[in-house]
């Protein structure tokens, strides 16, 4: 059984920088799309970055472009998704999640409703930025 646990999160001034990681345990997919989402309180969850196995470009949400930066190391059947968070504002404020899906694609999108093509998700972990 796949499961996701994310760390990394924390308190931090605007401009600081965060890594954010997502430990896979149970990861033997051959084909996936991975992705971080972001839910802030009273607004609806969001995509940040995606990547799948089969294409070779991360996607980035607008409002991150620049700032953050995905990847993932995998050995074996233990992986782990990172999100390096740079130049962070008080509007990235808000609970990250990864999220797997089984799926053959060559590209994926951040897009409203992306969220619903995901199977296996984390519990989430809180970034707060604020002076």
């Known amino acids: 059984q796949l499961q996701l646990v994310e760390s990394g999160g924390g308190l931090v001034q605007p401009g600081g920088s965060l890594r954010l990681s997502c430990a896979l345990s149970?990861?033997?997919?051959?084909?996936?799309?991975i992705a971080w989402f972001r839910q802030a309180p009273g607004k609806q969850r969001e995509g940040v970055s995606c990547?799948?196995?089969?294409?070779?470009?991360?996607?980035?949400a607008d409002s991150v472009k620049g700032r953050f930066t995905m990847s993932m190391s995998r050995d074996g059947a233990k992986s782990t998704v990172y999100l390096q968070m740079n130049n962070l504002k008080p509007e990235d404020t808000a609970v990250y999640f990864c999220?797997?899906?089984?799926?053959?694609?060559?590209?994926?999108?951040?897009?409203?409703?992306?969220?619903?093509?995901?199977?296996?998700w984390g519990q989430g972990t809180q970034v707060s930025v604020s002076s």
């Open positions: 149970g990861f033997t997919l051959d084909y996936y799309g």
């Open positions: 999220a797997v899906k089984e799926a053959y694609l060559l590209f994926c999108t951040v897009n409203r409703g992306s969220d619903r093509a995901y199977d296996f």
């Open positions: 990547f799948t196995s089969s294409g070779g470009d991360t996607t980035y």
